[in-house]
Protein backbone atom coordinates (compact mmCIF):
# COMPACT_ATOMS: atom_id res chain seq x y z
CA UNK A 1 0.00 0.00 0.00
CA UNK A 2 0.90 3.47 -0.95
CA UNK A 3 0.25 6.90 1.23
CA UNK A 4 0.98 9.92 -0.80
CA UNK A 5 1.19 13.34 1.02
CA UNK A 6 1.64 16.93 -0.56
CA UNK A 7 2.53 19.83 0.67
CA UNK A 8 3.57 23.88 -0.84
CA UNK A 9 0.29 25.11 -1.56
CA UNK A 10 -0.76 28.57 -0.63
CA UNK A 11 -1.25 32.24 -1.56
CA UNK A 12 0.38 34.00 -4.05
CA UNK A 13 -0.15 37.09 -6.34
CA UNK A 14 -0.78 36.92 -10.27
CA UNK A 15 2.56 35.85 -11.77
CA UNK A 16 4.03 34.26 -8.83
CA UNK A 17 5.72 30.64 -8.95
CA UNK A 18 4.92 28.07 -6.41
CA UNK A 19 6.11 24.21 -5.97
CA UNK A 20 3.73 21.31 -4.85
CA UNK A 21 5.12 18.51 -3.49
CA UNK A 22 4.10 15.00 -2.56
CA UNK A 23 6.07 12.75 -0.65
CA UNK A 24 4.99 8.66 -1.35
CA UNK A 25 5.66 6.39 1.63
CA UNK A 26 4.74 2.22 1.52
CA UNK A 27 6.05 -0.39 -0.85
CA UNK A 28 9.66 1.33 -2.73
CA UNK A 29 9.29 -1.04 -5.47
CA UNK A 30 5.51 -0.11 -6.11
CA UNK A 31 5.96 3.96 -5.53
CA UNK A 32 9.31 2.69 -7.93
CA UNK A 33 6.77 1.65 -11.29
CA UNK A 34 4.03 3.84 -10.29
CA UNK A 35 2.78 6.35 -13.17
CA UNK A 36 1.86 9.57 -10.88
CA UNK A 37 0.53 12.86 -12.06
CA UNK A 38 -1.09 15.81 -10.51
CA UNK A 39 -5.11 16.84 -10.92
CA UNK A 40 -6.72 19.73 -9.67
CA UNK A 41 -10.09 20.61 -8.56
CA UNK A 42 -11.99 24.18 -8.41
CA UNK A 43 -14.85 25.05 -7.01
CA UNK A 44 -17.93 23.76 -8.77
CA UNK A 45 -15.50 21.69 -11.34
CA UNK A 46 -15.00 18.59 -11.84
CA UNK A 47 -11.13 17.42 -11.27
CA UNK A 48 -9.06 17.94 -14.30
CA UNK A 49 -5.50 16.71 -14.86
CA UNK A 50 -2.49 18.68 -14.41
CA UNK A 51 0.09 16.84 -15.40
CA UNK A 52 1.67 13.34 -15.57
CA UNK A 53 4.70 11.65 -15.55
CA UNK A 54 5.37 8.03 -16.05
CA UNK A 55 7.72 5.48 -14.69
CA UNK A 56 10.09 6.36 -17.72
CA UNK A 57 9.86 10.03 -16.61
CA UNK A 58 7.75 10.67 -19.80
CA UNK A 59 5.56 13.66 -19.51
CA UNK A 60 2.12 15.35 -20.34
CA UNK A 61 0.53 18.26 -19.91
CA UNK A 62 -2.88 20.26 -20.08
CA UNK A 63 -3.10 23.02 -22.53
CA UNK A 64 -3.88 25.21 -20.01
CA UNK A 65 -0.68 24.70 -18.02
CA UNK A 66 1.67 23.92 -20.94
CA UNK A 67 4.75 26.76 -20.93
CA UNK A 68 4.36 27.42 -17.58
CA UNK A 69 4.05 24.13 -15.39
CA UNK A 70 6.71 21.46 -15.18
CA UNK A 71 6.17 18.02 -13.21
CA UNK A 72 9.48 15.95 -12.09
CA UNK A 73 10.12 13.38 -10.01
CA UNK A 74 12.80 11.99 -7.65
CA UNK A 75 13.22 8.73 -6.93
CA UNK A 76 15.77 8.62 -4.69
CA UNK A 77 13.60 10.69 -2.27
CA UNK A 78 10.37 8.85 -3.31
CA UNK A 79 9.21 12.38 -4.62
CA UNK A 80 7.07 14.19 -7.31
CA UNK A 81 7.36 17.78 -7.90
CA UNK A 82 5.07 20.60 -9.64
CA UNK A 83 7.11 23.75 -10.56
CA UNK A 84 4.18 26.59 -11.33
CA UNK A 85 5.38 29.27 -13.12
CA UNK A 86 3.48 32.80 -14.20
CA UNK A 87 0.37 31.50 -11.79
CA UNK A 88 -3.32 33.06 -12.65
CA UNK A 89 -6.02 33.31 -11.02
CA UNK A 90 -8.01 30.86 -13.16
CA UNK A 91 -4.82 27.82 -12.02
CA UNK A 92 -6.66 28.48 -8.61
CA UNK A 93 -7.90 25.25 -7.66
CA UNK A 94 -7.06 22.31 -4.71
CA UNK A 95 -4.39 20.27 -6.07
CA UNK A 96 -4.19 16.61 -5.46
CA UNK A 97 -0.70 13.91 -6.36
CA UNK A 98 -1.76 10.66 -7.66
CA UNK A 99 0.12 7.40 -8.08
CA UNK A 100 -1.31 4.55 -9.16
CA UNK A 101 -5.33 4.45 -7.57
CA UNK A 102 -3.82 6.54 -4.67
CA UNK A 103 -5.10 9.80 -4.01
CA UNK A 104 -3.25 12.30 -1.84
CA UNK A 105 -5.31 14.57 1.06
CA UNK A 106 -4.84 17.56 -1.56
CA UNK A 107 -3.09 21.11 -1.07
CA UNK A 108 -4.80 24.64 -2.19
CA UNK A 109 -3.51 26.88 -4.14
CA UNK A 110 -5.03 30.30 -4.63
CA UNK A 111 -4.17 32.99 -6.68
CA UNK A 112 -4.75 36.41 -6.30
CA UNK A 113 -4.18 39.83 -5.79
Known amino acids: QVQLVESGGGLVQPGGSLTLSCVAS??????????MAWYRQAPGLQRELVAS???????TYADSVKGRFTISRDYAKNTLTLRMNSLKPEDTAVYYC?????WGQGTQVTVSS
Open 98 to 102: KGGNT
Open 26 to 35: GSVLFIKAMN
Open 53 to 59: ITRASGT
